[in-house]
C-alpha cells in the first residue's frame, strides 16, 4: 500500500543553522511532491514542489532533494531562523495522503 | 487576491447536535477539499470535488459526516449527532487543476476549529 511518512516527528535547531527534514514513500506511481509548512493556528503554505524527472530543486534558503531509488525525499533549510519553526508535510501530489509531518523548532 | 476562506473560525457545540462548515474556496479553481487535523496529527482527507464530477468520498470516517459543493464554488461540510471524537481542526483547500489529487499546489484555508462537548 502506500504511505507518505516522515523519519522524525520533531527536529530542534538552533538558529543559524541548517535543516533537514525527511520523507519516505512507497507509491511509485506518483513522483511529485509538495512540501507544505503550517505555522501554528494557520493552514499548510506551498513551500517548493519537485517533479520526477528532477533530482533536486532550490528556492529560497530551501532545497528539495528526491532520491527515487530508495523514494526518499529531503528539505533542507539553510540558516534557520525562528519564524521557519513550523510543522512540515510531505505530500505526495498524486494523492491525497499527508504524512504527521515533522515539527521544527528553532532555538534563539 | 482573496484566499481560501472558511467560516466559522471556530465552533463549540454539544453531542448530538448537528453543524455546518463553510467553505469559500479561491475562485476559478476547480478542485476542492476537506481535511480534518486532530491536534499534533496530520491531515486526514475526507471528500474532494472535481468540477462537476461526483465527488471522492473516500475519507468521510462515517455517514454522519456530509459535503456539498454548490455551483462548483462554495461548500458546506456538515457533521450530524456530533460526537466528541469529532473534535478537530478541519481545513478546506482548493487547486487550480483538476485531477485525483491534483499536479498542482493545494491553497489552503484557516480552517475551523470544532469542539464538541
Known amino acids: 500500500g502506500e504511505s507518505v511518512g516522515l523519519h522524525l516527528p520533531t527536529l530542534s535547531v538552533q538558529e543559524g543553522d541548517n535543516s533537514i527534514i525527511n520523507c519516505a514513500y512507497s507509491?511509485?506511481?506518483?513522483?511529485?511532491f509538495i512540501w507544505y509548512k503550517q505555522e501554528s493556528g494557520k493552514g499548510p503554505q506551498f513551500i517548493i514542489d519537485?517533479?520526477?524527472?528532477?533530482d533536486k530543486r532550490q528556492g529560497q534558503r530551501v532545497t528539495v532533494l528526491l532520491n527515487k531509488t530508495v523514494k526518499h525525499l529531503s528539505l533542507q533549510i539553510a540558516a534557520t531562523q525562528p519564524g521557519d519553526s513550523a510543522v512540515y508535510f510531505c505530500?505526495?501530489?498524486?494523492?491525497?495522503?499527508f504524512g504527521d509531518g515533522t515539527t521544527l523548532t528553532v532555538k534563539p | 487576491g482573496a484566499g481560501v476562506s472558511q467560516s466559522p473560525s471556530n465552533k463549540v457545540t454539544e453531542k448530538g447536535k448537528d453543524v455546518e462548515l463553510r467553505c469559500d474556496p479561491i475562485?476559478?479553481?476547480?478542485?476542492l477539499y476537506w481535511y480534518r487535523q486532530s491536534l499534533g496529527q496530520g491531515l486526514e482527507f475526507l471528500i474532494y470535488?472535481?468540477?462537476?464530477?461526483?465527488?471522492?468520498k473516500s475519507g468521510l470516517p462515517s455517514d454522519r459526516f456530509s459535503a456539498e459543493r454548490t455551483g462548483g464554488s462554495v461548500s458546506t461540510l456538515t457533521i450530524q449527532r456530533t460526537q466528541q471524537e469529532d473534535s478537530a481542526v478541519y481545513l478546506c483547500?482548493?487547486?487550480?487543476?483538476?485531477?485525483?489529487?491534483?499536479?498542482?499546489?493545494?491553497?489552503f484555508g484557516p480552517g475551523t476549529r470544532l469542539t464538541v462537548l
Open positions: 507509491n511509485s506511481a506518483s513522483d511529485y
Open positions: 519537485i517533479r520526477s524527472n528532477m
Open positions: 505530500h505526495n501530489a498524486g494523492k491525497s495522503t
Open positions: 483547500a482548493s487547486s487550480p487543476l483538476a485531477g485525483t489529487g491534483g499536479t498542482n499546489e493545494q491553497f
Open positions: 475562485s476559478g479553481h476547480t478542485a
Open positions: 470535488f472535481q468540477g462537476n464530477s461526483a465527488p471522492d
